[in-house]
């Protein structure tokens, strides 16, 4: 089945600056990359998600990039704000909608005023 | 998108008795999925629950530990059997649709 690795684990950012997230998939049939941000106590939150037949995705502050060949995608967010600090999840689907979603180790991102 | 009442959002049980968490969606959708997210942890599925047939569960979880029921296309239930302690976690339903996934807002468990 499905495998997805997240990382870094944690990661602290000066406000204003760029955060990276990077994730790799190991099902070539995945065809579906969404990221989520989950706050403390609350559901997780769709923020980005890209599908297979583009490299890239781009809303406000956030962009998703997708390399198929290497089966890794990852989560770029520029300018940092302090409500940016949550915990980030990627996920991998082979079905957008019809399937599992298998989700990373996830990411607690904490953005330094 | 669909909108999901997921309840209880949280309770506290003894050891060895069971419960019931129900997740209610307001339009029918094909595909509901159970997870748990163990404290400071991932998203892992549980079992996937389609209408009119028997859940699929993913390795490490069994029917006799987590029964799902998935009577209609709107409503499915998750039970926790037989609890231990480390059965304490969060509990979230999800559904899937052509607009993409949702997340009921999640049982707080916690085994005493």
């Known amino acids: 089945g499905e495998n997805v690795e997240q990382h870094p684990s944690t990661l602290s950012v000066q406000e204003g600056d760029s955060a990276v997230i990077k994730c790799t998939y190991s099902?070539?049939?995945?065809?579906?990359f969404p990221w989520y941000k989950q706050e403390l106590g609350k559901r997780p939150q769709l923020i980005i998600d890209?599908?297979?037949?583009?490299g890239e995705k781009k809303d406000q502050r956030i962009a998703v990039t997708l390399n198929k060949t290497a089966k890794h995608f990852s989560l770029h967010i520029t300018e940092t704000q302090p409500e940016d600090s949550a915990v980030y999840f990627c996920?991998?689907?082979?079905?957008?909608?019809?399937?599992?979603?298998?989700f990373g180790t996830g990411t607690r991102l904490t953005i330094i005023p | 998108s669909a909108v999901i009442s997921q309840k209880p959002s949280r309770d506290i049980c003894q050891r060895g008795t069971s419960l019931t968490i129900q997740c209610q969606v307001d339009?029918?959708?094909?595909?509901m999925f159970w997870y748990r997210q163990q404290p400071g942890q991932s998203l892992t599925l549980i079992a996937t629950?389609?209408?009119?047939?028997?859940?699929?569960?993913e390795s490490g979880f069994v029917i006799d530990k987590f029964p799902i029921s998935r009577p209609n296309l709107t409503f499915s239930t998750l039970t926790v059997s037989n609890m231990s302690p480390e059965d304490s976690s969060i509990y979230l339903c999800?559904?899937?649709?052509?607009?993409?996934?949702?997340f009921g807002s999640g049982t707080r468990l916690t085994v005493v």
């Open positions: 339009s029918q959708v094909t595909m």
């Open positions: 890209i599908r297979s037949n583009v």
């Open positions: 629950a389609n209408q009119g047939s028997e859940a699929t569960y």
């Open positions: 996920a991998a689907s082979i079905n957008f909608g019809n399937e599992k979603l298998t």
């Open positions: 999800s559904v899937g649709s052509v607009n993409g996934y949702t």
């Open positions: 099902d070539s049939a995945s065809n579906y």
